[in-house]
């Protein structure tokens, strides 16, 4: 992490010695100067990945809580469909997941097929199409949502039972319950997960790599942060700027986790009154 540090103020293209050059990547970055065109790439690449957190994260949790109330039920065969509902999980972030993906949105995918069928006459190349080439990763990443599910599962079987009785006798319905008992007592999970997916969606790189291309297209609707980091150490041998991008990302992530926890001082509870 030191060397990389290093690295990030200087030209390292790997096949020569790094060359000191001080804050111009960063000053790039963000602009540039008047001697010093800045990166465009970089600021739309940026804007995406903020774009694909800050929708992704929030329905993946949604739903993974409403699925984690189901599945807190008493049902037969229970644990045969947690283990059914975690396994997007696993396979989600695999190579072969991000083809099938791809071939499923394609014009004359899965989709486009069914949507052809209930009277859709020209549905568009989601893939192909800027307009929705995003969302077809947003889909993917809300799909994976068996880790923050096995998480909200726990801890919905360790909130108390009085709790809920006590309730019903008050009179209480279900969606008072919910916003009274369920939401407080899952508030540490919540933050939590919340965190946890965050950071990892500021990572994400296979599913935009193998669905894009490689090249995060069409006209850089889906060039995650990850993805252009990538392209500038491997594909351009920028060595200098991708350690600086590297320490931008791990700042941003720093960052919005401690305003998470600063935001969420008075809404977590973590018993005890604290």
């Given amino acids: 992490m030191i060397y990389s540090l ?15 050059i001080g804050w111009q990547n960063y000053i790039v970055m963000f602009g540039g100067n008047e001697s010093l065109r800045g990166d465009d790439r970089f600021m739309n690449s940026l804007f995406v990945t903020l774009r694909f957190v800050f929708i992704s994260v929030p329905m993946k949790l949604i739903f993974a809580l409403a699925v ?17 509902y975690y396994i ?3 396979l989600g972030g695999s190579v072969a997941i991000s083809v099938l993906w791809r071939r499923l949105f394609a014009f004359d995918g899965v989709i486009n097929m069914l949507l052809r069928a209930v009277g859709w006459a020209n549905p568009p190349s989601w893939i192909s199409n800027p307009k929705y080439a995003l969302s077809t990763l947003i889909i993917l990443a809300v799909w994976q949502f068996g880790s923050p599910m096995i998480i909200f599962l726990a801890g919905l079987q360790n909130i108390p039972k009085e ?7 008050d ?10 008992i369920t939401l407080p007592g899952l508030s540490p999970i919540i933050l939590f997960n919340f965190i946890m997916q965050m950071t990892s969606s500021f990572q994400a790189f296979t599913q935009a790599f193998i669905i894009s291309g490689g090249h995060g297209g069409p006209l850089d609707s889906t060039m995650f942060y990850s993805l252009y980091l990538y392209l500038k150490g491997w594909g351009f041998s920028e060595m200098g700027y991708a ?8 700042i941003i992530i720093g960052s919005l986790t ?9 809404l977590v509870s973590y018993g005890g009154n604290e």
Avoid: D, H
């Fill in 163 to 169: 709790y809920y009785e006590a309730s019903s006798i």
């Fill in 6 to 20: 290093y690295l990030s103020f200087t030209q390292y293209s790997i096949t020569a010695p790094p060359k000191w």
């Fill in 88 to 90: 997007p999980t696993l």
């Fill in 258 to 266: 401690a305003i998470a926890f600063k935001i969420s001082g008075g």
């Fill in 171 to 180: 009179g209480a319905n279900k969606v008072r319950q919910f916003f009274s």
């Fill in 243 to 250: 350690s600086a991008m590297a320490w931008v990302l791990l």
């Fill in 68 to 84: 984690a109330m189901i599945m807190n039920r008493k049902l037969k065969l229970i644990g045969l469909y947690r283990a059914i």
